[in-house]
């Protein structure tokens, strides 16, 4: 039995993230990233296939026989626009595709439809807003994605989303849609590194900020054992202004890999919960709970699938989550790896012998 | 029987972490059932008996778990913020007390509220468990908490936390005891993670694929200072729940309801609940779909600390129940 050689993050992981995190995704069309993750995983996997819904399903078959069967499920969609109409002379009205809080998009670039095409989405300049108009958030039916004149290729139905470009800034990362382009990432490596204890079902979702629908898919057609979600999950933790205590952080940056004890949507299985909590204790990777409460991944989906799945996700947090510009820190990043590959060396059929 | 309905209702168990209100029915029931199983969610799923001549695959389910809090902050001071778990309401906690499952307990308070007349949201409610500080607290994110109120009865009338839907527990379990002879093959689920959204329903179901379903839980009365008209009242037996918040009841299974108690002498109340929904709903949506019920228990005040039911109601609906699925089912 060989050593165990657990994945880390080094800069082919780093452009490897670069190159996802800059492809354009928007939920319903994940073509840009399926194909960079059949590009890397399809050497790797033995089964590799693209089901109905656009879900990448991968697996990877475990050293022995009867081995526990784990789905990992990340999403490959991010949140977006959709164009509606076109208002002429290169303007056009456009929906949100996922929850996107309207105030953050005055003045931003945007990328727009196959071939990527530049536009902004148009602010008043500030001298000539009236008295109590800086007040009030511009709704979304005022807004128009501005092409200059350039939207000849542009029609309705087509996705667009933030132009940021990735940049690591030292030990942070900075770029659009790493929610979830880092659990797309992190996947690729378990792929590339499996464990070989667990028969491992990689599942690359579709649709999940639209409503987990690829997971839920997904999930029936994997029928595992137990899965996790890995995901991106909001880091509130900048200081309050007024010196009292920031008691609603829900993750923190630098704290680690966040794990789900209740989300929205889904209440942890508390055996898995513990057995990644020891997991990181004895292998001293620094690791937080996220707080209870609000959101969802495609945990939420998955473990009401068929007869129930026992299932728990875990997160790498970002500042600014679903707006033109995520920062997550590097190590959170490189722990949350560390944590998935350890918790799933050490795991086997006796963590379902006890009752939830 | 109030003893078994003590036991339940006193013991703590919010969605998600039903194992021990999961371990006091299996104790009880061990012996009744053919064959018992736990399944992915903790749902306990009990089988008794098998089909004979005109009998069904029929599943009936009561939710073990209760509404409860779970904690999200612990600040320097030791007060522990939270949040819920199902549909808790702010007016309802104040000045309450929970017990925690480590066995920690306290009590809810707020903030000063921003003006008199509004209600406090939440954010501004927090629980003081007698600690001085973080460090001494024992209490940490993600602990769970339930209402900590003790069972009582007033006259006739039984008063405690967790009636919704321990009490269901607790009639299905008598049901199972008195059963004497039945020609279906019969599942008693004891259902997980339905205030969050009939979760274990949903999976048990699917599981066992019935043939048909009913679900037993409770519901709210009109008998009380001017609230929400319903036709509904304590002391005048089960209802047959004809429609709620998520469900419309087979029409055959209701007149099936109605059928067996008049046959059988008991009385009955028909059941319109605007709002609020039960493990029907999930069932009925199973796979290529599932005729389903509901016996509703009368309950007064649910969803908070005190929620109260009538024992001669409860009592009939033991009745109701094993009259139901003694015989045969004509849905006609």
Not at chain 2, 250 to 276: F, H, N, S
Request: proline letters at 5%; one cysteine or more.
């Amino acid at each position: 039995m060989s050593e165990l050689t657990p994945p880390t993050i080094g800069t082919a992981q780093i452009a490897l993230l670069e190159k996802l995190s800059n492809a354009c995704a928007v939920s319903g069309d994940e073509q840009q990233v399926r194909k960079i993750v059949m590009e890397e995983i399809k050497a790797h996997a033995e089964d590799v296939r693209v089901d109905a819904l656009g879900n990448v399903l991968a697996v990877r078959r475990a050293q022995s026989e009867g081995a526990l069967r784990v789905m990992l499920a990340a999403h490959m969609d991010e949140i977006g626009f959709m164009i509606v109409d076109d208002d002429k002379e290169g303007l056009f009205r456009f929906e949100l595709v996922g929850g996107i809080d309207v105030r953050v998009l005055p003045g931003k670039t945007v990328l727009v439809g196959k071939d990527n095409i530049p536009g902004v989405i148009g602010a008043k300049p500030i001298h000539l807003t009236e008295d109590g108009e800086t007040g009030r958030k511009i709704p979304l039916e005022s807004l128009r994605i501005d092409v200059g004149q350039n939207g000849a290729k542009i029609k309705p139905g087509d996705r667009a989303t933030f132009a940021t470009r990735f940049r690591q800034l030292g030990p942070s990362l900075v770029g659009k849609a790493l929610d979830n382009r880092l659990g797309v990432a992190t996947l690729i490596e378990l792929v590339k590194n499996p464990p070989p204890n667990v028969e491992l079902l990689a599942a690359f979702t579709v649709q999940e900020e639209i409503g987990l629908r690829g997971a839920r898919v997904a999930a029936y057609a994997c029928d595992p054992d137990l899965a996790i979600a890995i995901d991106s999950t909001p880091a509130f933790d900048l200081p309050a202004w007024d010196e009292s205590e920031n008691s609603a952080y829900n993750t923190r940056l630098g704290a680690g890999p966040a794990i789900y004890i209740a989300d929205a949507g889904t209440l942890s299985d508390p055996r898995l919960v513990r057995h990644l909590a020891r997991t990181a204790e004895s292998a001293a990777i620094p690791f937080q709970f996220r707080q209870p409460g609000g959101g969802g991944t495609d945990a939420g989906a998955i473990h009401k699938v068929r007869a129930g799945i026992p299932s728990v996700s875990v997160s790498v947090p970002g500042r600014y989550a679903h707006t033109a510009a995520i920062v997550a820190r590097l190590s959170d990043w490189q722990n949350t790896l560390a944590l998935v590959y350890q918790s799933l060396s050490n795991l086997d059929r006796s963590i379902l012998s006890v009752h939830r | 029987m109030k003893e078994l309905i003590k036991k339940l209702v006193e013991t703590v168990g919010p969605s998600g972490y039903e194992s021990a209100v999961r371990e006091l029915v299996q104790a009880e029931i061990g012996a009744l059932a053919d064959e018992m199983r736990v399944d992915a969610l903790g749902n306990l799923i009990a089988r008794k008996g098998a089909k004979a001549e005109g009998g069904m695959r029929v599943m009936l389910s009561a939710h073990m778990d209760e509404i409860g809090l779970i904690a999200t902050h612990v600040d320097e001071n030791g007060f522990v913020r939270f949040t819920t778990i199902g549909g808790v309401r702010p007016h309802t906690c104040i000045g309450g007390r929970v017990q925690f499952l480590n066995g920690a307990r306290g009590l809810i308070y707020m903030e000063k509220p921003e003006s008199p007349d509004r209600l406090p949201s939440f954010e501004q409610l927090y629980i003081d468990v007698g600690a001085t500080s973080r460090a001494n607290c024992p209490v940490k994110v993600g602990d769970i908490a339930a209402f900590d109120r003790p069972f009582v009865e007033l006259n006739g009338r039984l008063v405690s936390k967790a009636m919704d839907d321990r009490i269901s527990v607790a009639v299905m379990i008598e049901a199972l005891r008195a059963l004497k002879y039945s020609p279906h093959e019969l599942y008693f689920v004891f259902s997980t993670q339905e205030e969050v959204g009939l979760r274990g329903a949903t999976t048990s179901a699917y599981s066992i694929d019935p043939e048909i379903a009913l679900s037993v839980d409770v519901t709210r009365v009109g008998d009380t200072p001017k609230d929400i008209k319903m036709e509904v009242s304590l002391g005048k037996g089960p209802a047959v729940k004809v429609r709620d918040g998520g469900m419309l009841s087979d029409p055959r299974v209701v007149r099936w309801m109605v059928d067996t108690a008049e046959k059988a002498g008991i009385p009955y109340q028909l059941e319109v609940l605007e709002g609020g929904t039960t493990d029907a709903r999930a069932i009925q949506l199973t796979r290529a779909g599932v005729p389903v019920g509901c016996m509703s228990i009368p309950t007064r005040y649910i969803h908070s600390p005190s929620e109260m039911v009538d024992y001669n109601d409860v009592q009939q609906c033991v009745r109701l129940l094993v009259e139901l699925i003694s015989a045969p089912i004509q849905l006609g």
